[in-house]
């Protein structure tokens, strides 16, 4: 996996979340700022516009731009986030301009404890959290009993996808839709829903 890899996972990250974003802010509307989708979008289109103007050399470079760029862009807490996620993400990547799927695993993995120490977030608070580490979990089990990458990955944002519907019966304990206290049952959490969106375009380029 190359830069070209990552940079096609970003466009069709964006290319889902334009889609989505509607969608997303409805999700936020019942427990947030209703604004998630709208910010999200904002953030890749973003990106996207700063990679056409110049695609950095390596998938780490590549990463830290999208961070970097997230962090700047996107409001809310969602910016933070996926920002620190992606940074997190580059540095474990170096210089190397060929990622293999463990590596990959890794990152993903680094992302997620960036995610969880910038949120102080565990599985089960009803966050984006629920959606990212199963999807890391799976993907490593996959891995390690020889699948291939378009499988791993696939399974990886079947996992996503679980987790964050998986959120709905839960009680906020994090961020905004916690001071609902009981209220936030019933509802999907949008951080995972998009969290799941960015993990099906992952592997969507990687059976591409």
Same mark, same amino acid.
């Given at each position: 996996?190359?830069?070209?890899?990552?940079?096609?996972?970003?466009?069709?990250?964006?290319?889902?979340?334009?889609?989505?974003?509607?969608?997303?802010?409805?999700?936020?509307?019942?427990?947030?700022?209703?604004?998630?989708?709208?910010?999200?979008?904002?953030?890749?289109?973003?990106?996207?516009?700063?990679?056409?103007?110049?695609?950095?050399?390596?998938?780490?470079?590549?990463?830290?731009?999208?961070?970097?760029?997230? %962090?700047?862009?996107?409001?809310?807490?969602?910016?933070?986030?996926?920002?620190?996620?992606?940074?997190?993400?580059?540095?474990?990547?170096?210089?190397?301009?060929?990622?293999?799927?463990?590596?990959?695993?890794?990152?993903?993995?680094?992302?997620?404890?960036?995610?969880?120490?910038?949120?102080?977030?565990?599985?089960?608070?009803?966050?984006?959290?629920?959606?990212?580490?199963?999807?890391?979990?799976?993907?490593?089990?996959?891995?390690?009993?020889?699948?291939?990458?378009?499988?791993?990955?696939?399974?990886?944002?079947?996992?996503?996808?679980?987790?964050?519907?998986?959120? %709905?019966?839960?009680?906020?304990?994090?961020?905004?839709?916690?001071?609902?206290?009981?209220?936030?049952?019933?509802?999907?959490?949008?951080?995972?829903?998009?969290?799941? %969106? %960015?993990?099906?375009?992952?592997?969507?380029?990687?059976?591409?």
């Amino acid at each position: 996996m190359d830069t070209a890899f990552f940079t096609a996972w970003i466009e069709e990250s964006a290319r889902r979340v334009a889609a989505e974003k509607d969608w997303l802010t409805g999700l936020d509307a019942a427990i947030g700022d209703a604004d998630h989708g709208t910010n999200l979008d904002r953030g890749f289109t973003a990106v996207v516009q700063t990679l056409a103007a110049k695609e950095p050399d390596t998938p780490a470079a590549l990463l830290n731009l999208v961070g970097v760029t997230l %962090i700047r862009k996107v409001g809310g807490a969602s910016g933070p986030l996926y920002g620190t996620a992606f940074r997190e993400m580059s540095k474990t990547l170096g210089d190397d301009a060929e990622v293999s799927p463990a590596g990959l695993c890794d990152a993903l993995d680094a992302g997620l404890a960036g995610v969880q120490k910038l949120g102080s977030a565990a599985e089960g608070d009803k966050t984006m959290v629920d959606a990212l580490a199963p999807a890391v979990r799976e993907l490593r089990r996959a891995l390690q009993e020889g699948a291939e990458p378009r499988e791993a990955t696939g399974a990886a944002a079947s996992a996503a996808r679980a987790g964050a519907k998986a959120t %709905i019966p839960m009680q906020a304990r994090r961020g905004r839709a916690s001071y609902l206290g009981e209220r936030s049952v019933g509802h999907e959490d949008p951080g995972a829903a998009s969290a799941a %969106i %960015i993990l099906t375009a992952l592997a969507t380029v990687a059976a591409r």
